[in-house]
């Protein structure tokens, strides 16, 4: 999987100075790095029956759509407050500053589902941690999440040890 | 087409009183529902070489990509101003009340790609011109434009008159 980090676009001092901000952009845009990308994701569950595939807004619903069209899924977005126009359930949670919080309709998993979590990026682990609690509240037995790219080094895995969490490329950096 | 349609839940006024609101959200957990929706959307472009499919954020990345990955394309993602990562390439357009901008990156598309829009929603058509508008500026061919609903009642498609514009679902009202 590796080889795909070719297809990453580093960019220094974005959203601000001192990160290195790895652009999946450049990935997705190329239908070989896309395809690969979404097998890959996919492939890890290939054998499990996967219910649904859950994304968080915004681009999270890039790749976790993908995900479950390849597994034959059904997709559930996750959104800011007050996006999704049916009764939700809400997960507040702690960002390096202040509180953010999330919704997901109410209706969306129902009890003993199996759910897969995929998003772009594994950084501190705060959001995926929430969204994993989302569907647990609901019922939802999260099967395993899955990331296109992981910074090892803001252990955000430390955050998500009652899970199996999968990701395609590692940065130290 | 049509029998998709009862996999949309509709919401009365929502986001405002008056306005009967169209949910896919239950369209597209329904891994049967997904799929259909998914090849719908793609199948109509199938043996044409598309080497591009658009979308916007937030509910237009839930599609579009999927469609790419259909059509073995490149997905490119539209965004607000200020949330992409590159240099990029910006289009302002009118709203009901004021203005709004969308940005695309600028190397996201090459001259004399094919390249096909993808959104969940025609309504006013606004957003799609955008759109089509910042693909035609990086020397891009509009191939098409593909929707899953239609509000026939806004008149969307008077904005889009150059292009070919198929929706999978219409409603009068």
């Not at 941690?129 to 939802?140: D, I, N, R, T």
């Not at 990331?147 to 955000?156: I, P, Q």
């Amino acid at each position: 999987m590796e080889g795909l980090k070719r297809y990453i676009r580093e960019i220094p001092d974005w959203p601000k100075p001192g990160i290195l901000f790895y652009d999946i952009t450049t990935l997705i845009k190329d239908p070989v790095g896309l395809h690969h990308c979404v097998d890959a994701l996919a492939n890890y569950y290939v054998g499990r029956l996967i219910d649904r595939v859950v994304g968080v807004e915004a681009r999270g619903f890039i790749f976790a759509p993908m995900v479950a069209y390849r597994l034959n899924a059904g997709f559930v977005p996750v959104r800011k407050p007050k996006k999704l126009p049916a009764e939700t359930t809400k997960v507040s949670y702690s960002l390096e500053y202040g509180e953010d919080a999330l919704e997901m309709h109410r209706d969306a998993i129902t009890l003993g589902q199996e759910v897969l979590i995929i998003d772009d990026l594994l950084a501190t682990g705060g959001t995926a941690a929430a969204v994993a609690q989302l569907v647990e509240s609901q019922g939802g037995h999260v099967a395993g999440l899955g990331f296109v790219v992981e910074l090892d080094f803001l252990k955000g895995r430390e955050k998500l040890t009652k899970y199996k969490v999968h990701s395609l490329l590692h940065y130290d950096k």
